[in-house]
């Protein structure tokens, strides 16, 4: 189903008419498996022309869906998410979080922390070469921090085994991160961003060492 016909389905999913809503839940149920169903749901999330409403409606449908199809429980589960898809929600979706106001960033951030929980770092290698990259971006600095917290959050309270992940994280990101954390304590009357900022870095120092 393409973008435009896709959005009309999610609109109708509001709909204070009962059948009319059932019958969109229903189609959307249909296209779940179906190719480039999860990267057009993302593009409608992150569309800023398009109705919050339905961008809020998608980005609901985009989490629960992740959530339960990601990584199945069920071993046998035939149906699956498309690689191509999954490639391709993976290369694209950090990229958005600065780009959303918080409603859908909460939804979105679900998102990745069930990614990163299922993909990293085995499917995921990129994501700490994106992460350090953007901690140095003035535009992308809150995205690549509010990644690293959920990816941070991945190894609290593990064995010391299972955190040998994190310690390639510590070695590449924390020398960054108290850069950043020094210029930011240093600025007088700081406005609400920056407060945001030195939060995250405070969350993702304790979720490292715990």
Same mark, same amino acid.
């Given at each position: 189903?393409?973008?435009?016909?896709?959005?009309?389905?999610?609109?109708?999913?509001?709909?204070?008419?009962?059948?009319?809503?059932?019958?969109?839940?229903?189609?959307?149920?249909?296209?779940?498996?179906?190719?480039?169903?999860?990267?057009?749901?993302?593009?409608?999330?992150?569309?800023?022309?398009?109705?919050?409403?339905?961008?809020?409606?998608?980005?609901?449908?985009?989490?629960?869906?992740?959530?339960?199809?990601?990584?199945?429980?069920?071993?046998?589960?035939?149906?699956?998410?498309?690689?191509?898809?999954?490639?391709?929600?993976?290369?694209?979706?950090?990229?958005?979080?600065?780009?959303?106001?918080?409603?859908?960033?909460?939804?979105?951030?679900?998102?990745?922390?069930?990614?990163?929980?299922?993909?990293?770092?085995?499917? @995921?290698?990129?994501?700490?070469? @994106?992460?350090?990259?953007?901690?140095?971006?003035?535009?992308?600095?809150?995205?690549?921090?509010?990644?690293?917290?959920?990816?941070?959050?991945?190894?609290?309270?593990?064995?010391?085994?299972?955190?040998?992940?994190?310690?390639?994280?510590?070695?590449?990101?924390?020398?960054?991160?108290?850069?950043?954390?020094?210029?930011?304590?240093?600025?007088?009357?700081?406005?609400?961003?920056?407060?945001?900022?030195?939060?995250?870095?405070?969350?993702?120092?304790?979720?490292?060492?715990?």
């Amino acid at each position: 189903m393409d973008l435009s016909n896709l959005t009309l389905v999610l609109r109708a999913a509001l709909s204070h008419a009962p059948e009319e809503r059932k019958a969109a839940e229903a189609s959307l149920e249909q296209l779940q498996y179906t190719q480039q169903h999860l990267v057009r749901l993302l593009q409608i999330i992150v569309d800023g022309s398009c109705d919050m409403a339905v961008r809020q409606v998608a980005s609901i449908h985009f989490k629960n869906f992740v959530s339960k199809a990601w990584s199945p429980i069920d071993p046998d589960e035939t149906r699956k998410i498309p690689e191509g898809d999954k490639s391709m929600v993976r290369e694209n979706i950090l990229g958005f979080v600065t780009q959303l106001p918080p409603l859908l960033r909460a939804q979105l951030g679900e998102s990745i922390k069930t990614l990163i929980l299922a993909d990293y770092p085995e499917q @995921w290698p990129s994501l700490l070469h @994106w992460v350090t990259h953007n901690m140095e971006s003035q535009d992308q600095i809150f995205g690549a921090l509010y990644v690293l917290r959920i990816l941070s959050r991945k190894y609290e309270f593990k064995s010391e085994e299972e955190r040998i992940p994190l310690y390639q994280i510590v070695e590449e990101c924390f020398p960054r991160l108290l850069n950043i954390f020094s210029t930011l304590v240093q600025i007088v009357n700081p406005p609400i961003e920056v407060a945001d900022l030195i939060k995250l870095i405070c969350k993702i120092f304790w979720s490292s060492i715990y």
